[in-house]
């Protein structure tokens, strides 16, 4: 599949959870897990990120002083995104949204419109838009999609063993629990940095695509 390199990144609780009763997305990790969040960011030509997550998050998706900053790429199935939502007052790269179902979805003023599949966007995004490196913060349900197409090339995990979160509808780095991908997807570790202080683990990994 012609698509860029894509990276994910999300922080999990002790019981492997991305989300809580309070839906905190952010701010229940440490200010260093934050700091990584941005760090990670660095070098993508195009972040992305579901449509529960930006709404949860109210995500702008910008990173500082930096000349070119990325696409900034928002997945929905009907393409509701809110008009008055902080993505498009706050200034950063040009805001792309792929609605998968609605074949004609509303024009959002801002943003350029995309309808298709997921796998259809990402070789878009590769051939038209010239991304080499992708982004994707999230959510669960996205990134799921992605496990399941085999895109995710880098997969970067917070530990963050200090939380419990509970939750029959808690959702995982996978989502909520559904089919079985098609198959596993393994991954290599590549970087494990123990934070004892912080109660974390910052760990990196890399897709194993030889074991197939
Ligand atoms: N701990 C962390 O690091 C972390 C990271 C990210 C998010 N979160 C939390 O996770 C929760 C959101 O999780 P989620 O699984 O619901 O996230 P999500 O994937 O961000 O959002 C789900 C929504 O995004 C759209 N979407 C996602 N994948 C799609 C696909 N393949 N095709 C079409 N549309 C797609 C749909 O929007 P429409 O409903 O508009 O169709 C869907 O309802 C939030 O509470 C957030 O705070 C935590």
Known sequence: MLRPWISTNLAISADGKIT??????????????????????????????????????????????QENPPLRCIVTRDGGVESDHPVFSKAG??????????NTPAPVRGAVMHHGNLESFLRTLRTEQ?????????????????????AIDEFHLTL?????????????PTGLPEDWLPAS???????????????????SYIRRRNAQ
Request: glycine content about 12%; some cysteine; aromatic content about 4%.
């Open 130 to 150: 010239r991304v080499e490196r992708l982004h994707c913060e999230g959510g669960g349900m996205l990134i799921r999609e992605l496990a399941r197409l085999d």
């Open 93 to 102: 790269g040009p805001i792309h949204i792929l609605s998968t179902r609605s």
């Open 160 to 172: 963050a063993g200090h939380t419990l979160f509970g939750g029959r509808l808690a959702k995982s």
């Open 185 to 203: 997807r393994e991954f290599e570790l590549r970087s494990f940095e123990p934070h004892m202080e912080l109660g974390e683990c910052f760990l």
């Open 20 to 65: 809580s009763v309070e839906k905190r997305a952010s701010g229940w990790t440490s200010k260093a897990d934050h700091q990584r969040l941005l760090d990670l960011r660095r070098g993508a030509g195009a972040l992305m990120v579901g449509h529960g997550t930006l709404k949860a998050d109210r995500m702008t998706l910008t990173v500082d002083g």
